[in-house]
């Protein structure tokens, strides 16, 4: 296992459910206000501070979300995947991005710039419903990992962080059947969980003892993320 490269976990049960709020209603009229774009990996697609003069809808790939603290720790507060939104709340209050987003996979999706974004939630419809309820969710998400950090040890918190993702990112393996993997760097998780680099690298031991993970070159590969979440302490 390398500090560069490190993995991603999802089960197969949920991968072809990831989280969306909207409905395929909703998503073409974003999508009909908007004009393509494709990003590749590392590839930064809103940096924190910038001004908020459009929104992306993912349509495909997986982007994460960080934001760094004033000692320069860098904290990765989620992952995106297609049919969400970035940057919607910038362009609702006119406030500078308040976190940066870098593609993780090459991916493309549809940007839309904030007037058009504004005027298309004040017309009828469904719309500005469905942003408000993806909101709501992310907040409710959000409330329940802080809740989380103070709730379980630091290993538990990483077997969590990776179930969580398998829950709703998942990409499917053919080897074992019903496996999913994903890929997120060790400094990323860490991030994620609250914690370091050093207890992240234990906890992969454990898992891996416990037949939870497998890891490889640049990713890890885990059979059942429901047991993974078990083992965090659910």
Known sequence: MTDHSFFTAFTASTASTAFTPFTADELRI???AGRRRDWEHG????REGSPSDDIVLVEDGLVKISAETANGYTSVLALRGPGELL???SCVDGGPRSATVTA???GRGVVVTADR???L???PGPLALAVLRSVTARLRHSDRLRAEHGAYPAGARV???L???ALCHGVPVADPPGAVVVRITQEELAGAAGTSRESVARTVRELRRDGLVTVTRGRAVVPDAAALLRWGGE
């Open 30 to 32: 974003v999508r009909d």
């Open 43 to 46: 590839e930064t697609l809103m």
């Open 87 to 89: 940057g919607e709340l």
């Open 104 to 106: 993780i996979r090459a």
């Open 117 to 119: 974004f504004r005027q």
């Open 121 to 123: 939630l004040t017309q």
């Open 159 to 161: 077997a969590r962080v």
């Open 163 to 165: 179930a969580d993702l």
